[in-house]
């Protein structure tokens, strides 16, 4: 087996920055109870899982919430959530719409109260990044149509794109600031420190996009690529996650400076990797592309080990590729898997 020659930071900047790195990166996205499944078959806790793994993983840093009190089972937008139990694991979702009710932009103006970047505290981030000198870190980003679709409620914000565009487009305008500034102030808080900044929204289902590519040019493109201005001009690299059958739209998205497409999930409509690779692979970075739809959780040690071989010689071919699953690995597969997915990452990922 070759020797490490590159710490994970170095081995990740190598791919985004078109250098050749002494192996593939590998990252993990993963549920809770997951984790807690794969820490229990190796024996080990977290940060002895990912060294024993050999995986990247980002570190990531965040500011301290501060502000007013927030009620139980809130988040600062005051959207309420409660525990949905699946079976192997439970997710948090949103059971309530604070601005379900109201009609106008002047009824939410008048009648609710935006967060602000005040309400939380960027002086504890210096110190969290002490001692990551090895790991590549991640901060700020942005997200707002998932919020906004939790603020008015998943149903209203779709009919609200065509019956009441006044209002997303202020909604949105409100969110994004926050999240501006938010990232603005986390990269003054480390200047030149953060390596990754999550420029998100997920816009493709599983067959096609879930919105038209109208919508998405109106309401989303013009303010993203506001925040990816500020995070190129902070010297981060831009990572953008977006679910599903969303080739459509990828040349509008590199057109605004995308650089790292997350999750590859390719056995959705028109995301083939071959044909991502040939017609996209000179301007994006691809992470993910580990299913885990069908052969993570219900397939066999070796399927996974086919798979990963198989990402590495056509999403890496000649760079370009970090190998990750696509999507959170779920606690239903079983964890020999998972742990197939890095060592075959590991034994042939060498560059």
């Not at 605004?256 to 028109?270: D, F, M, S, T, V």
Request: hydrophobic letters at 35%; aromatic letters at 10%.
């Amino acid at each position: 087996m070759p020797k490490e020659t590159m710490t994970g930071r170095e081995r990740w900047l190598a791919v985004i920055n078109r250098e050749k790195p002494d192996r593939v990166p590998m990252d993990i996205w993963v549920t809770p109870e997951a984790i807690d499944k794969l820490q229990a078959h190796l024996g080990c806790d977290y940060d002895e899982m990912l060294k024993r793994l050999h995986i990247d993983r980002p570190f990531m840093v965040w500011a301290k919430y501060v502000g007013p009190s927030i009620p139980d089972g809130e988040n600062e937008f005051g959207v309420k959530h409660r525990v949905v139990d699946y079976g192997t694991g439970a997710y948090y979702e949103a059971c309530s719409s604070p601005l379900a009710g109201f009609e106008t932009v002047g009824e939410i103006e008048a009648g609710y109260t935006w967060p602000s970047p005040d309400w939380w505290d960027y002086s504890q981030i210096p110190g969290m990044i002490e001692g990551k000198q090895d790991r590549i870190i991640q901060g700020g980003g942005s997200e707002p149509l998932l919020i906004y679709k939790q603020l008015r409620g998943e149903e209203q914000a779709f009919m609200d794109l065509i019956l009441n565009p006044e209002i997303v487009h202020y909604c949105l305008g409100k969110l994004f600031d926050l999240a501006y500034e938010n990232t603005r102030r986390i990269f003054e808080a480390i200047p030149g420190q953060v390596h990754l900044t999550y420029i998100a929204e997920d816009v493709g289902a599983q067959d096609s996009l879930m919105y038209s590519p109208d919508q998405i040019r109106t309401f989303l493109h013009p303010r993203m690529k506001r925040m990816i201005e500020l995070t190129k001009q902070n010297g981060s690299h831009v990572f953008h996650h977006t679910d599903g059958a969303v080739r459509d739209i990828l040349p509008d998205l590199i057109d605004i400076g995308i650089e790292i497409l997350n999750p590859i999930q390719w056995r959705c409509a028109g995301m083939e990797r071959g044909g991502l690779k040939r017609d996209f692979g000179d301007r994006l970075i691809f992470h993910g592309g580990v299913d885990n739809q069908h052969t993570i959780p219900f397939g066999t040690v070796d399927d996974v080990r086919r798979e990963v071989i198989d990402n590495l010689r056509i999403l890496g071919a000649g760079g370009g590729y970090i190998l990750a699953p696509c999507h959170n690995i779920q606690s239903i597969g079983p964890a020999e898997n998972v742990v197939a997915l890095y060592e075959a990452g590991y034994e042939h990922g060498w560059t």
